[in-house]
Antibody, heavy 121, light 108 residues
């Protein structure tokens, strides 16, 4: 069974930093692209970042480019999101999501329960 | 950037059919995927590649995509189908993913 569990969320002041982690199990982690998707309170889903299985390809949404860094450790079956220069508008539940298949990264097959990041003074 | 437009809400009586649209320029030339999200829960994939269903998703959920509109159809709606629904596509040129604005389905 595929399992994704995020951690690292919490309360941080504007301008601060935070590192999110996602522990994966139940599949060959290195074969799949992984993503971070966020959802502000009462709002819709927003894609944040994607990383390919070998870390060869990395993409960011425009709202986080230059501030967030995605990475992965295939030996530890873990995905990370390093967030710097946090803004109030970064407040959201952050989900870790696995690509649909090893061949298709176009959709998100599995999601973690999410971790809440609150940016407030 | 590419925009996917959904109606904010759809209301449907039990056992009737709900249709949720997702509009975008020439969306019929792209693959569209749909997610169901219940309050306090993570999204769940219900349709991928326009019309395929993941294992465990009832056949009552179906999808189509043509021209400028993709549609998620829920047949024989049940109370448990009440949720927010999001369409999504992948922009191969930018490598970015786009979500629709979301539709709240209410079962009367």
């Amino acid at each position: 069974e595929v399992q994704l569990v995020e951690s690292g969320g919490g309360l941080v002041k504007p301008g601060g930093s935070l590192r999110l982690s996602c522990a994966a199990s139940g599949f060959t982690f290195s074969s799949y692209s992984m993503n971070w998707v966020r959802q502000a309170p009462g709002k819709g889903l927003e894609w944040v970042s994607c990383i390919s299985g070998s870390s060869s390809y990395i993409y960011y949404g425009e709202s986080v480019k230059g501030r967030f860094t995605i990475s992965r450790d295939n030996a530890k079956n873990s995905l990370y999101l390093q967030m710097h220069s946090l803004r109030v508008e970064d407040t959201a539940v952050y989900y870790c999501a696995r690509a649909g298949s090893a061949a298709s990264a176009e959709y998100f097959q599995n999601w973690g329960p999410g971790t809440l990041v609150t940016v407030s003074s | 950037s590419y925009v996917l437009t959904q109606p904010p809400s759809v209301s449907v009586a039990p056992r009737q059919t709900a249709r949720i649209t997702c509009g975008g320029s020439e969306i019929g030339s792209k693959s569209v995927h749909w997610y169901q999200q219940k309050p306090g829960q993570a999204p769940v994939l219900v349709v991928y590649d326009d019309s395929d269903r993941p294992s465990g998703i009832p056949a009552r959920f179906s999808g189509s995509n043509s021209g400028n509109t993709a549609t998620l159809t829920i047949s024989r709606v049940e109370a448990g189908d009440e949720a927010d629904y999001y369409c999504q596509m992948w922009d191969s040129y930018s490598g970015h993913y786009v979500f629709g604005t979301g539709t709240k389905v209410t079962v009367l």
